[in-house]
């Protein structure tokens, strides 16, 4: 029982804050556009193979691809963030889906690069690696996952998580700060194939492999 409570008020937080504040979001994008070009680049995507944006919020990450020319599928369970999307969308080759980043209707290996930014760090490690579980059940060739990069002198996470979940409005940040994360991919099958900062160090950019077998498959 303290599973599913804990399950429902992530989601009930995420809901609320990301539906009610998107246009706010949305607004805030250009801080973020920096982080989301260098990772449509570290991805290595080719013409023609098909791009996942899980998590899509308002699509800024999803119309980074398709402003190349990609046919993406971005999805998200927020209906107020995925409006401004499809509102931003117009004439590109663009689909937008609400679903359940846990649940996902998609078959198995359906994209060849899947993207998912700064969404994890909303949720419990276990429900972190459910849904990087489903990414590798989806994803034939690359996982990009982009996230608040954190501290490396540790005496200053209590003061950088403090102020993050404030700017953030994450239930999860204290426990983020001292995640390891690289971990949680592993658990997931990800392997983990680099890690790359970005400018003023506001995010990390992971680029993960899935591995053939996820385990205990």
Known sequence: MQTLKVERDYRSHVLYHYNRH????????FIRRGTRRKAMILSGWRSGERILDL????????????????????????????????NKSLGTPSTW???DATRLAITD?????????????????????QVLQELHRVTSRRIVIIEP???????????????????????????????DFIHTCRTAGLNVE???????GLHRILLC?????????
């Open 22 to 29: 998107a246009d706010f979001y949305d607004r805030m994008e």
């Open 55 to 86: 998590c899509t919020g308002t699509g800024e990450m999803a119309l980074v691809f398709a402003s190349q020319g990609a046919n993406v599928v971005g999805t998200d369970i927020a209906r107020g963030m995925l409006r401004r999307a499809v």
């Open 97 to 99: 889906v609400e679903m």
């Open 109 to 129: 290996r359906a994209f060849e690069i899947s993207i998912i930014s700064l969404a994890l760090h909303h949720m419990p490690v276990r429900i972190q690696v």
């Open 149 to 179: 990069d954190v501290p490396v002198n540790r005496h200053w996470s209590p003061v950088w998580s403090f102020v993050a979940s404030i700017i953030d409005e994450s239930e999860y940040m204290h426990e983020w700060v001292s995640q």
């Open 194 to 200: 680099s890690v790359h900062g970005t400018a003023f």
């Open 209 to 217: 492999e899935p591995q053939s077998e996820r385990p205990g498959s």
